[in-house]
């Protein structure tokens, strides 16, 4: 086994804590929760720092959020909660603070460029993105339609001072419509929303607060920043919700997660990233036991109040089973199709990486627990023959809960060698070649720039699929000297609402790549309470 070098074995110990000590886990602000709360949440602290948030982080273009289509939903979450704030302050609309009219217009107009046709940028699959987007239009139209649009086309000049004209060329793209959206009101009104669609709730409207048959888990509605101030209502609502939405914003100074609690989805892929580098810190007992409390018959969540998906159960048993704590995997068997793993039993299309750590989980029990192959080994072999299938023609993987190729390849990279290191080298290889021909000439590998936790992925595929190899043992030397380097907090890449960043688990990979690549440097962490600083800024 490779040895580990103290200042690294300090670092992943020290993440280890922090991950035990903090049940809601650690991810970056985003653009559209901290939006939707400038919008439904006035009455909360530090209301005037997400307005502020907003407005520093407004795009040259216009818009917010991540490159490409990522920008679409962020945007409209951000220009219609400046329009709101600007009715509630019209004296707020210039200097000597953030100029609110001027950057409500800018980001109408970015939106007019990417939502008239020919529709220019393709909108990514997130989640809720067909009831969010009609919805936040809605909204848009409805705000520019009354009082904000009359104080956007007085205070703004040309090209913005017609800004009922610009939203009325807004229109949803032709692969979206208000349907879903109606289904999802429909069934609020039933009573029988499903627990999937309540962190989405706010797309319901004022209707949504104190609705009696929602029941927030640690005071979050779905984990989400967003449904939490749709159900309440207003700051006389539930005392556990408000403190939720008090403790989430105060951890920031005003701006919110997208995402939180991450309560068992941030240990397991901490401790599996650990594992796949040959980490070995003290695993403290209470972080197992966490995991073990959030098994259930039909496996785990990322957090209380989430629904059950095969993703987190595969990535929980397996923590637990690399850890000495063997529960029966029986669970992730109930999310099995005839072709492949289901994340949730109700999902819309299928994911690659959770079909990649069902097959890494399955596994792991066939090489430990032989007797269990009649049960496990006709699934995992379902998974590998898919994933396979899947796989795109320059060696590479996508999946639908990260934005980048390079997680969703490592993932399966992974899994792969894990079932059958011989019969899947030929995809491996290509994987490999793929992944050594998109180094970036700094060292890093990333789709839209480099970063750290795209390079870590990387490094930690050719590590564990090509050692030995002259060519992957170069790139690695490249990667490694890149992992080292100071930077900020990751750029979001995960697909919520908006892109996020989940930052222990972005911590965990590099760490574990940096063990991969014999590295004896290991960068010190962010002092507390200094200010967050993305990647490229």
Not at 90 to 111: E, K, V
Not at 164 to 183: C, I, N, Y
Not at 435 to 457: F, H, K, L, M, N
């Amino acid at each position: 086994m490779r040895t580990t070098s103290p200042p690294l074995l300090a670092a992943a110990q020290r993440l280890l804590g922090e991950v035990t000590t903090d049940p809601m886990g650690s991810v970056g602000p985003s653009i559209y929760d901290t939006a939707r709360l400038v919008a439904l949440a006035p009455w909360l602290a530090g209301h005037q720092a997400r307005v502020a948030f907003l407005c520093r982080h407004q795009r040259g273009d216009g818009g917010w959020g991540g490159p490409d289509g990522y920008a679409v939903i962020p945007t409209l979450s951000a220009t219609t909660a400046l329009l709101t704030e600007l009715t509630r302050s019209p004296d707020r609309a210039g200097p000597p603070g953030p100029d609110l009219a001027r950057a409500a217009a800018r980001g109408l107009r970015a939106l007019c460029q990417w939502l008239t046709p020919p529709y220019p940028t393709e909108i990514p699959d997130t989640i809720g993105v067909e009831v969010i987007l009609p919805a936040l239009i809605d909204e848009l139209s409805a705000l520019v339609a009354g009082p904000a649009g009359e104080l956007l086309a007085s205070r703004t000049p040309e090209p913005e001072s017609q800004p009922q004209q610009a939203v009325e060329a807004v229109r949803l793209p032709p692969e979206f419509d208000h349907r879903s959206l109606a289904r999802v009101r429909a069934a609020f009104a039933a009573q029988a929303l499903p627990r999937r669609a309540w962190a989405c709730l706010e797309v319901v409207g004022p209707a949504a607060a104190g609705a009696p048959f929602i029941h927030p888990a640690m005071g979050a509605v779905g984990c989400s920043a967003a449904a939490t101030a749709a159900w309440l209502g207003g700051a006389g609502g539930d005392p556990a919700a408000v403190e939720f939405l008090d403790t989430l914003q105060a951890r920031a100074g005003g701006p919110v997660p997208g995402v939180s609690p991450i309560t068992y989805f941030e240990p397991a892929w901490v401790l599996n990233s650990f594992a796949v580098g040959g980490l070995a810190p003290t695993i403290p007992t209470g972080l197992l036991d966490r995991l073990e409390r959030g098994l259930t018959d039909e496996g785990a969540p990322a957090a209380p109040g989430l629904p059950a998906d095969s993703d987190d159960t595969a990535a929980v048993l397996s923590a637990l089973l690399l850890h000495g704590r063997i529960r029966s995997a029986d669970s992730l068997l109930g999310y099995r199709t005839d072709e492949y793993f289901r994340c949730f039993v109700d999902e819309r299309n299928p994911s690659v990486s959770a079909n990649a750590h069902v097959l890494e989980t399955l596994a792991h029990y066939l090489a430990r627990q032989p007797a269990l192959r009649t049960r496990y080994a006709a699934p995992a072999a379902m998974a590998a023959s898919w994933l396979l299938d899947q796989q795109d023609k320059d060696g590479s993987w996508w999946d639908k809960w990260h934005a980048s190729p390079y997680y969703a390849t490592t993932c399966c990279v992974l899994a792969l060698l894990r079932y059958d290191p011989a019969g899947t080298r030929p995809a491996v290889e290509r994987a490999v070649k793929w992944v050594r021909q998109t180094q970036r000439p700094d060292g890093s590998w990333g789709r839209w720039q480099g970063t750290i936790e795209e390079t870590a992925y990387a490094v930690q595929l050719l590590a564990v699929a090509a050692p030995g190899d002259p060519a992957a043992a170069a790139a690695i030397a490249g990667g490694r000297a890149y992992l080292q380097r100071p930077a900020g907090d990751p750029a979001p890449l995960w697909h919520a609402k908006d892109l996020y960043a989940p930052l222990a688990v972005i911590e965990a990979a590099r760490l574990a790549a940096l063990q991969l690549a014999g590295s004896r440097w290991s960068a010190p962490p962010r002092a507390p309470g200094s200010a967050p600083r993305l990647e490229g800024e």
